[in-house]
T-cell receptor
Framework: DSGVTQTPKHLITATGQRVTLRCSPR?????VYWYQQSLDQGLQFLIQ???????AKGNILERFSAQQFPDLHSELNLSSLELGDSALYFC????????????FGPGTRLTVL | AQSVTQLDSQVPVFEEAPVELRCNYS??????LFWYVQYPNQGLQLLLK??????LVKGINGFEAEFNKSQTSFHLRKPSVHISDTAEYFC????????????FGSGTQLTVLP
């Protein structure tokens, strides 16, 4: 158990819908990262937040957005869902320094029908 | 920009045999290097990381990796594998700036056969 929690574990929805994935980082960790794992694209970095502020952006679609709240939990919002958005979405957290390990949550499996 | 190439998508090996999973990276700046393992239906767990210093890094579960700057490689090794080592292994790099995002390779499925 990494200490990072993600809800829900599984999500099945239809094309065109909007979903919200939630992540609670390890106690004391200020940075949250979101990654997408799919069969065709592999593991890709989406976005990073540090203490409530966006720190870095990767291959995140405009239909996707994220935020980190004052209690440091984070939410990833996916809208106008397409079949190709079906994937495993991971959240990871780290403390703050340059050498910190990223600890991964168990992931949310999103299926778009 | 960084990229990571894992040269073998699947590696079958018999129990108690040695194994090497290969990883090469490309980057215009200095990087940190990582190996993560993913067991079925689970998240990623850090096996080991290279930040600086000794090029031979020891990790959990008896794994080790060697950083070779001239070859831009970071191969993972274990002298004797167990059935429980069956999993997917990911090599990753991150920059040393303020953004710490990981760039992953495509993964190597290690299957340990009895």
């Amino acid at each position: 158990d990494s200490g990072v929690t993600q809800t829900p574990k599984h999500l099945i929805t239809a094309t065109g819908q909007r979903v919200t994935l939630r992540c609670s980082p390890r106690s004391g960790d200020l940075s949250v990262y979101w990654y997408q794992q799919s069969l065709d694209q592999g593991l890709q970095f989406l976005i990073q937040y540090y203490n409530g502020e966006e720190r870095a952006k990767g291959n995140i679609l405009e239909r996707f957005s994220a935020q980190q709240f004052p209690d440091l939990h984070s939410e990833l919002n996916l809208s106008s869902l397409e079949l190709g958005d079906s994937a495993l979405y991971f959240c990871a957290s780290s403390v703050v320094s340059s050498t910190d390990t990223q600890y991964f949550g168990p992931g949310t499996r999103l299926t778009v029908l | 920009a960084q990229s990571v190439t894992q040269l073998d998508s699947q590696v079958p090996v018999f129990e108690e045999a040695p194994v090497e999973l290969r990883c090469n990276y490309s980057s215009s700046v200095s990087v940190y290097l990582f190996w993560y393992v993913q067991y079925p239906n689970q998240g990623l767990q850090l096996l080991l990381k290279y930040l600086s210093g000794s090029t031979l890094v020891k990790g959990i579960n008896g794994f080790e990796a060697e950083f070779n700057k001239s070859q831009t490689s970071f191969h993972l090794r274990k002298p004797s594998v167990h059935i429980s080592d069956t999993a997917e292994y990911f090599c990753a790099v991150s920059g040393k700036g303020s953004a710490r995002q990981l760039t992953f390779g495509s993964g190597t499925q290690l299957t340990v056969l009895p």
